[in-house]
């Protein structure tokens, strides 16, 4: 029996025929998992504008008003999934959206990108460092990955659904992706400010989380990129290619043993990598191997961390006793990030499912709370996370619906202006194929 039918799901929920089966238990606790996880992005969003704030305690509420516009992309699309599994009403859903908008809509954009943080209730920029107080391309991408899951949700004839989506397309409509080509180069560039022009000058090259911006940058109605920019720039930059194999298993794409699994994530919580290819890689192959080399890391555990093991295991960027790390199998420092497992579970779900049944036997005041897991803790140091981080937060409510329903998917990858912009890159995927005879050939 498929998890969705063991939990009840409302009438209407999409189904996955593909995802494993898990015993009644295992699909309760998933229930568990997503909803108190899914409490970081409603009743511990900012109180004023609704935005996701970027970090919250595992006790009280921060003492500021920063809100994270890629995190809050993450919360609308965790809040999709609330009103699917009857969390919170429609109606509710709808009015907190509008709240959020509403704040978007004041906030400073920059060739209608939106910075990396702002202040939830002023709306005004708040700097991510001295540099980068201008346009994130990548952080809007994440904001918009969840504004058009939204707006395909909220498809009904009722005026204030209607509405809800006028809103987001004029916000999409404005995005100047081609813009960020900084003069009709053969790259997206990641920031831009007013007083700091290209300073930053980072290209969005080589395989990162950057790729979902290409996709919507190809698709824009009115601003979009040429393919070249994509297959010229980010594809063919360094550190795309790799074809190096690890613990036995062959990795095409990405930086040494795959680098920290929100690479596996960010993008795909909407680009359904089932069957998605193009002329580059299988991205389905290639997200599946990066987990599997992340999860055979930490069973050969080369460094000898304590707990480290076939049901402990899960490498990404996440707060550490030293401060915010990318961890990865190339820089492990004994920390395990909840997140890099349970948002892998469509990779591994058995994997995923096994750290998900050992993080929950952890003494509950060390690793889970209000929001769910903690970002992050280390045995070896008896180090354990009292934050919880939008980015890693959301991620895992989305891609455990993504197994079990397809949810996110379905809605983000029957978006026109995605498969417009799949298209135009040369992509292929069941989704474009607008049968479901062609999406019962997806893997699961």
């Not at 209407?12 to 568990?32: H, I, Q």
């Not at 090259?205 to 919507?216: D, F």
């Amino acid at each position: 029996m498929r998890p969705d039918e063991l939990t009840a799901p409302p009438r209407n929920l999409c189904t996955n025929a593909f995802a494993p089966s898990f015993s009644a238990a295992d699909g309760e606790l998933l229930d568990l998992v997503q909803r108190q996880t899914f409490g970081f992005f409603w009743e511990g969003a900012h109180p004023q504008s609704g935005l996701a704030r970027d970090r919250q305690k595992t006790t009280g509420d921060p003492d500021n008003d920063l809100v994270a516009i890629g995190g809050s992309g993450f919360g609308i699309m965790a809040i999709v999934v609330a009103v699917e599994r009857g969390w919170v009403s429609r109606d509710e859903a709808v009015a907190r959206l509008g709240t959020m908008l509403s704040c978007l809509e004041k906030t400073s954009r920059y060739h209608g990108m939106f910075p990396h943080f702002i202040n939830g209730r002023t709306a005004e920029t708040i700097p991510f460092s001295r540099k980068d107080d201008g346009g994130d391309v990548v952080e809007t991408a994440f904001l918009f990955q969840g504004l058009l899951c939204a707006r395909q949700y909220f498809d009904r004839a009722a005026t204030r659904e209607r509405d809800l989506c006028r809103r987001i397309d004029r916000l999409w409509r404005e995005a100047e992706w081609d813009w960020y080509r900084r003069d009709g180069g053969a790259n997206l560039y990641w920031h831009w400010s007013p007083r700091q022009g290209w300073a930053m000058n980072r290209k969005i090259t080589g395989w990162n989380e950057g790729l979902l911006a290409y996709v919507l940058a190809a698709g824009s109605p009115d601003h979009a990129i040429d393919p070249e920019v994509y297959h010229q720039g980010f594809a063919s930059g360094p550190g795309f290619r790799n074809g190096r194999s690890y613990h036995g298993i062959e990795l095409p794409l990405g930086m040494d043993r795959g680098g920290p699994l929100f690479i596996a994530h960010y993008s795909f919580c909407g680009l359904d990598p089932r069957g998605l290819m193009d002329r580059h890689a299988d991205y389905w192959k290639q997200n599946v191997r990066h987990t599997r080399i992340n999860y055979e890391h930490c069973i050969a555990n080369p460094h000898g961390y304590v707990g480290y093991g076939r049901d402990c295991w899960g490498l990404t960027s996440s707060h550490g006793p030293k401060g915010y790390v990318a961890h990865a199998p190339g820089k492990d420092t004994g920390v395990i990030t909840p997140s890099a497992a349970l948002s892998s579970f469509p990779y591994a779900p058995d994997e995923a499912m096994r750290a998900l049944r050992y993080f929950k036997t952890k003494p509950r005041h060390r690793i889970w709370g209000r929001f769910g897991f903690v970002d992050a803790f280390c045995e070896s140091r008896d180090w354990y996370a009292r934050t919880y981080l939008a980015i890693n937060q959301g991620p895992i409510v989305i891609m455990i619906e993504n197994l079990r329903t397809g949810l996110l998917w379905d809605l983000f990858m029957n978006a026109p202006e995605v498969q417009a912009g799949l298209r135009k890159l040369g992509f292929t995927s069941p989704h474009l194929s607008q049968g479901r005879d062609a999406m019962a050939m997806l893997p699961m």
